[in-house]
């Protein structure tokens, strides 16, 4: 099976390592359980024993809390933390930075305390400490690639070289957009955007960043967030530019890249 | 005799417009909440040191980085040469510091003059950049009218201070070459030891002085006007950037503030706490709608804006055309601020549960917060470390708690969380992914 409850483990007896959050993208929207489905084999991989929540997990409360609707937020963070406490978690991970965020900065507040890595973090550390070894010569190999920094995990958190790491090890010729790191431009969807329609403007969002890497002559564009890959699809839709340029998640770029053994 | 009483005359009175400009500032920040500055100090007093006094923020873009910094310098070295004209104004004597000095006093003064000319250079480059070079954070709607009156008026008060100078050294200068009067030696400056013969070496004596006077007293009063006018200025910041550092949250960008208020309702209404029995029944109104609601955080930030743009420039709604703009926001507060403050001291409203009927939402429409992606670049982008981000999201919560209004494309977000514990209204089981 790709992936147990806590609730199962604990039948078994057992307690796991960590906790995956898969989030409500990774749950229900079709392209981000892609992600969700490769996070869940690369730990399978490593043997690492991860739970997920299943249908215990809610809503973080993330696009609540940015929307102004602080009452929602509340209950929703105060009947995960009830679930996580009772089962007396430790360690996360997030497939989102957006849950992310709200788990390791807000939740302490409301009395959750846990180590709260995000997936790009992990993959690095398996692949530094030698748990994940990735093939020589892999399918991004000199690919000409780019980095999108998710808003929540750049600038939010300031994680900038974790998610770049990981790309050094697929030996790809990263290509910076002018606009990275502290200076990254957001996809357009965080601050529950990703729910409502654009404000009148000239453009949307996501096109400026998607010419923004077209204009690196990428073939890939790497990013480590749900919202932020369908903006960035969207927007490479909207261009025509669907076919020739691909949106991963790092996850899936490591998922296809594992050593055999 | 009559110069020293003049100048006393006339510090006297820019003292006290002083006075009362910084104190209108200085209570008009005490109307907001008042609030603890958490975290270490050490930390705090990093940023000071890093952020407002070694303007470390500044240098992500080069250029404007290095002509600011010698304004800047310039204006904070020039404060050694302004005791010697205080001393001069008050006692009478005519470069008091030169003959204890030697040597040392030849080297400040040089040291100023230096700095004078690159800051003269940079500021004459700086009006360029504003008038002619039309960078585009220079132009946005928010900075017609008086916020770009007040950026050229600073520029064209620097250049004024720096002719001054040089009107003062210079003159001096010449007047020791032909030993006139009271004149000391003061060594050769960098600058004024050949640009003052060079100016002024073909004028009569009488000439001379009269050009030395007019710098002296140019100088010194426009130092003065600055003074008195900096409270109504954006270029408020060159004092309010130190405060404004130290009292910067220290916290994740992403984190944002608690409610405690509203936790401890939900947690009641979960059963996780009991009501207090002495709590009023009425709850009170939620996030911020005028400027008493606001934190004296936000208000000390909107009061050092120094409206560069640099936040609406990095905005990605404002990048793409949105009517959201980071800078409005701050400005739209230090207004309403000023207006408040102004209705009290008129007496046309009491301060005391004080309502003109007006709020920041006359100024800042639902279209401009609910643009946000909440995306921290313009937290990123301010060189003192002021955040527009926080009170956005403080206006949200009043709109979304208080008014019960906000999007309606949010309303089926809400119910599914609520309802469903998701963002979307799903049919299918959270896990479903897992059984394919």
Not at chain 1, 3 to 26: D, M, N, R
Not at chain 1, 107 to 114: A, I, Q
Not at chain 1, 188 to 201: H, L, N, R, T
Not at chain 2, 92 to 119: D, K, M, N, W
Request: some cysteine; charged content about 20%.
């Amino acid at each position: 099976m790709l992936a147990k409850t806590y609730a199962e483990y604990q039948s078994e007896g057992k307690t796991p390592e960590i906790l995956f959050w898969v989030g409500c993208a990774g749950s229900f929207d079709a392209r981000a359980q892609k992600v969700t489905r490769a996070i869940c084999e690369i730990l399978n991989h490593v043997g690492m024993e991860f739970a997920i929540l299943g249908n215990e997990e809610r809503c973080t409360g993330d696009p609540a809390r940015r929307a102004g609707n602080e009452f929602l937020f509340q209950m929703t963070a105060m009947m995960n933390i009830e679930t996580l406490n009772m089962y007396g978690v430790k360690k996360i991970v997030t497939a989102c930075p957006h849950c992310f965020n709200i788990l390791k900065n807000e939740y302490p507040e409301l009395g959750g305390h846990y180590e709260v890595v995000h997936h790009t973090q992990l993959l690095q550390d398996l692949i530094h400490s030698g748990k994940l070894q990735l093939k020589g010569g892999g399918s991004f190999k000199g690919k000409r690639i780019t980095y999108h920094d998710s808003c929540y995990l750049g600038r939010a958190n300031e994680i900038y070289e974790a998610p770049r790491a990981v790309l050094e090890a697929l030996d790809t010729d990263l290509t910076e957009m002018k606009r990275s790191r502290k200076n990254g431009l957001c996809c357009g969807a965080g601050g529950a955007q990703m729910w409502k329609e654009d404000e009148p403007g000239d453009k949307r969002i996501n096109t400026e960043r998607v010419e923004e890497a077209l204009s690196t002559g990428t073939e890939v564009i790497a990013a480590n967030c749900p919202f932020c890959i369908t903006m960035l699809q969207d927007g490479l839709k909207a261009k025509e530019k669907n076919e020739q340029v691909m949106v991963y998640d790092l996850s899936e770029m490591i998922l296809n890249n594992i050593q055999d053994s | 005799m009559l110069q020293s009483i003049l100048f006393i005359a006339v510090l006297s009175a820019s003292g006290w417009f002083a006075w009362k400009g910084y104190g209108r500032v200085w209570q008009n920040i005490r109307r907001g909440k008042s609030v603890s500055a958490a975290g270490s100090s050490a930390a705090r007093w990093r940023n000071v040191l890093l952020v407002a006094f070694g303007q470390k923020k500044m240098f992500k873009n080069l250029l404007p980085a290095v002509l600011h910094l010698f304004i800047y310098v310039a204006f904070v070295i020039t404060q050694i040469e302004l005791i010697e004209i205080m001393v001069d104004g008050l006692s009478g004597h005519h470069r008091f510091f030169a003959p204890h000095l030697g040597g040392f006093y030849t080297f400040v003064i040089s040291f100023i003059e230096i700095l004078s000319v690159l800051a003269f250079f940079a500021t004459l480059i700086f009006l360029a950049r504003r008038n002619l070079l039309r960078v585009p954070r220079f132009h946005k709607p928010e900075m017609k009218g008086w916020p770009f009156r007040d950026a050229n008026l600073i520029l064209l008060g620097e250049i004024i201070l720096i002719v001054g100078i040089f009107c003062m050294n210079g003159g001096d200068k010449v007047l020791q070459s032909r030993s006139v009067g009271h004149y000391a030696l003061t060594g050769d400056f960098a600058i004024s030891s050949w640009l003052g013969p060079a100016l002024f070496g073909s004028l009569p004596d009488q000439a001379v002085i009269a050009v030395e006077r007019f710098g002296w007293w140019l100088h010194i009063l426009t130092v003065f006007g600055f003074l008195v006018y900096l409270p109504y200025s954006k270029h408020l910041h060159i004092l309010l950037a130190f405060p404004n550092t130290w009292y910067a949250r220290l916290t994740p960008k992403g984190q944002l503030a608690n409610m405690p208020d509203i936790q401890k309702e939900v947690r009641i209404m979960m059963g996780l706490e009991q009501p207090d029995p002495e709590a009023p029944a009425e709850l009170p109104e939620f996030g911020a709608n005028d400027i008493f609601s606001l934190s004296r955080t936000n208000l000390l930030q909107a009061y050092s804006c120094t409206e560069c743009g640099r936040c609406t420039a990095a905005c990605p709604a404002n990048l793409t055309g949105k009517k959201l703009s980071p800078r409005k926001i701050m400005m739209d507060v230090r207004d309403r601020t000023e207006e408040v403050g102004r209705n009290i001291s008129a007496g046309t409203y009491p301060a005391a549960e004080y309502n003109d009927g007006k709020s920041l939402f006359d100024r800042i429409s639902p279209e401009e917060l609910h643009a946000c992606t909440t995306c921290n670049a313009c937290v990123e982008a301010c060189p003192i470390l002021i955040n527009p981000l926080d009170i956005i999201l403080q206006l949200r919560r009043y709109e979304i708690l208080t008014q019960s209004a906000g999007p309606a494309d949010w309303l089926p977000m809400f119910n599914s969380i609520e309802n469903n514990g998701a963002a979307w209204a799903m049919s299918e089981d959270r896990d479903a992914w897992r059984q394919e």
